[in-house]
């Protein structure tokens, strides 16, 4: 079986609104693609208990966990510190960390809130990126990122050699216009069952210039399963009086 993963979106500016998570696409797609698939997404918010409860949690129940948010230098930075009393370790300035930031900022310009991104669980990994000096961390199974955009996936792309990889996750795509969910609900359950160990969606499409539809994936990591089911929606999609057409609806 592929290793399996997790999310934990950290911050309350997430769950206030006032930014939009923009990680949550990014990681699903390359965890797929390296066969390590996103299984659940938390959102959560700046508390420490809660961050401690759900990390040591996820953690027992996936093979890797990923965080986002909440390693920078203010006071509500708080993740690496929770991180730490999940593994019952200290947090502590790790040196390698020091002497890399000391060099880029220089000694007089390290100042303690820049040094707050030098501490990291004791044991644990420096996930360095190319976008930002102050790194992230990997510990046991649970790998520690940025929240802003760019550089957390400058960060995945330097932790996913590390990660645990299995058969990449495919996909395939059909879509029909003036196809409603009704009218394809049990022969769509059929494929479903047919092929279990596929994972067979529905996705409504509502555009603003009127046209509507309905797209209809399949995904799995048996590449000869995953072409005998899309043919299968392909055939259902044109029994039901529609075009079926191969790909994702133009937006």
């Not at 072409?227 to 999609?237: E, F, G």
Request: charged share 20%; net charge negative; aromatic share 6%.
């Amino acid at each position: 079986m592929n290793p399996t993963s997790a999310l934990v979106v950290i911050g309350n500016e997430i769950l206030s609104g006032r930014t939009q998570d923009a990680n949550i696409r990014y990681l699903a797609v390359h965890l797929g693609r390296i066969g390590a698939p996103l299984r659940e997404v938390r959102v959560i918010p700046d508390i420490a208990e809660t961050i401690v409860t759900t990390v040591t949690e996820m953690k027992a129940r996936y093979d890797q966990v990923f965080t986002t948010g909440g390693i920078g230098p203010t006071h509500d930075d708080i993740t690496s510190a929770c991180i730490a009393e999940a593994f019952g370790v200290p947090l502590e300035l790790h040196a390698g960390t020091v002497a890399l930031m000391e060099a880029h900022y220089g000694k007089d310009e390290f100042s303690p809130a820049r040094q707050r991104m030098a501490m990291l669980p004791r044991g644990a990994t420096p996930i360095t990126n190319a976008k930002s000096v102050a790194p992230g961390f990997s510990i046991g199974n649970v790998h520690v990122m940025a929240g802003v955009p760019s550089i957390m996936q400058a960060m995945f792309e330097s932790v996913e050699p590390r990660l645990k990889h299995g058969e990449s996750v495919e996909s395939r795509t059909w879509y029909a216009l003036n196809l409603y969910e009704s009218v394809i609900a049990a022969p769509l359950e059929a494929v479903q069952k047919r092929w279990p160990d596929l994972d067979v969606g529905s996705y409504p499409f509502h555009r603003d210039d009127g046209r509507r539809g309905l797209a209809l994936v399949v995904k799995g990591t048996d590449h000869r399963e995953l072409a005998a089911a899309a043919r299968a929606v392909r055939d259902l999609i044109a029994a039901a009086g529609a075009e079926p057409v191969e790909g994702e609806p133009p937006v």
